[in-house]
Every structure is written in structure tokens, then in C-alpha cells.
T-cell receptor, first 116, second 114 residues
């Protein structure tokens, strides 16, 4: 069965510093991978997704993630943190059924704090 | 384009009472999902509909939870009777049923069971 592990439930960075949020997945077949962001009292918003095309995926708000099959990782990065990036980030995996609807399996989330 | 709508946004009830949540997905989205998000955890799928049929309800506690999507559009999720451990945010999401399963989430309903 597929699963997702997010290392670090809470990450704190200074404004302007590199953001690195870690995600490792477990899947017996090629997965689709997603990063979602959740602001307080709001639903989840898709940041980016990997769907077996380019391994380096660019998303909204300057975020990007790299799919590394050998490391079973899909870490999320942003070169320079902004105060507005403070939120909770969720990594999710679904199986690549080649067209059918696989369910999303979410990690436990990483709360990002940005210090001025 | 309007997003996924949910109501109410907040609900406080006593244990053993009943509660219902409503979701209106994005127009044209055939697939609808209900998730439970307990504080400090990621969302967990409760039930998935494709039009008005159930695709997956394997994690729905059927002794107390029920959900329906009668006309393949709006959906309601009901809890009867509620337990303390049902305190969570209930998220509704919808997708077009395209290849990449991109789901669009509503703002959620925060349920507190006292």
C-alpha cells in the first residue's frame, strides 16, 4: 500500500531564507505526487503535482519540487521565504492507474513558520 | 468559476446528537470526496462518489456516518450519533475525473463535539 511521510511537523525559517519541506513516499507502482497548502481556516490549495513527465516540477508562489525515484522523495523548496508562505503544507500520493481515479493519501503535514 | 461550497463553517454539538454537513462541488465535476481532518493530521478519505454512485467508502464508519449524493451534484454527510472523537474538520473536494485526479477543496466544516 502507498504511504507518505513528511519529516518535521514544524519548520521555522527566516524571511528570505531557503524553504525545504521533506516528503518521502512508498508505492509499489509509479505514483502521482502532489503538494497542497492550507492556510488557517481554509481548505487545501494545490501547489504543484508530479505526473510522470518532468522530474522537476514548478508550482505556484515560487515553489518547486523534484521527484527522485532512487530516494523515493518529493521535497518541496522555495529559494526565498516570504511571510505569506506561513501555512501548513501537505504532501500526497495517488497511484498512477493510467487514467482511473486513485485516492489521495496525505502525509501528516508540516507547519511552516516564517520569522521576520 | 465558483469553488467548492460547504456549510456550515462551524458546528458545536453535544455527544450523541446528530449533525449534517452540506457540499456543493464545482459545476461539472463528477467526482466528489468527503475527508475527515483531525487536528495535527492530514485529511483522511471517508467516501468518494462518482456522479451519484459510491466508489469507495471503505473508511467510512458506517454505524454512525452516512453520505448521499442523490442527483449527482450536491452531497450531504451525516453523523448520528456523534462521539467526542468525531471532532475534526470535514472537507469536501471535487474533481473533473480527469487523468491526474486534481482535487479542489472547499473551506471545510469545523465540528466540535462536547
Amino acid at each position: 500500500a502507498q504511504s507518505v511521510t513528511q519529516l518535521g511537523s514544524h519548520v521555522s525559517v527566516s524571511e528570505g531564507a531557503l524553504v525545504l519541506l521533506r516528503c518521502n513516499y512508498s508505492s509499489s507502482v509509479p505514483p502521482y505526487l502532489f503538494w497542497y497548502v492550507q492556510y488557517p481556516n481554509q481548505g487545501l490549495q494545490l501547489l504543484l503535482k508530479y505526473t510522470s513527465a518532468a522530474t522537476l516540477v514548478k508550482g505556484i508562489n515560487g515553489f518547486e519540487a523534484e521527484f527522485k525515484k532512487s530516494e523515493t522523495s518529493f521535497h518541496l523548496t522555495k529559494p526565498s521565504a516570504h511571510m505569506s508562505d506561513a501555512a501548513e503544507y501537505f504532501c500526497a500520493v495517488t497511484l498512477n492507474y493510467g487514467g482511473s481515479q486513485g485516492n489521495l493519501i496525505f502525509g501528516k503535514g508540516t507547519k511552516l513558520s516564517v520569522k521576520p | 468559476e465558483a469553488g467548492v461550497a460547504q456549510s456550515p463553517r462551524y458546528k458545536i454539538i453535544e455527544k450523541r446528537q446528530s449533525v449534517a454537513f452540506w457540499c456543493n462541488p464545482i459545476s461539472g465535476h463528477a467526482t466528489l470526496y468527503w475527508y475527515q481532518q483531525i487536528l495535527g493530521q492530514g485529511p483522511k478519505l471517508l467516501i468518494q462518489f462518482q456522479n451519484n454512485g459510491v466508489v469507495d467508502d471503505s473508511q467510512l464508519p458506517k454505524d454512525r456516518f452516512s453520505a448521499e449524493r442523490l442527483k449527482g451534484v450536491d452531497s450531504t454527510l451525516k453523523i448520528q450519533p456523534a462521539k467526542l472523537e468525531d471532532s475534526a474538520v470535514y472537507l469536501c473536494a471535487s474533481s473533473f475525473s480527469g487523468k491526474y485526479n486534481e482535487q479542489f477543496f472547499g473551506p471545510g466544516t469545523r465540528l466540535t463535539v462536547l
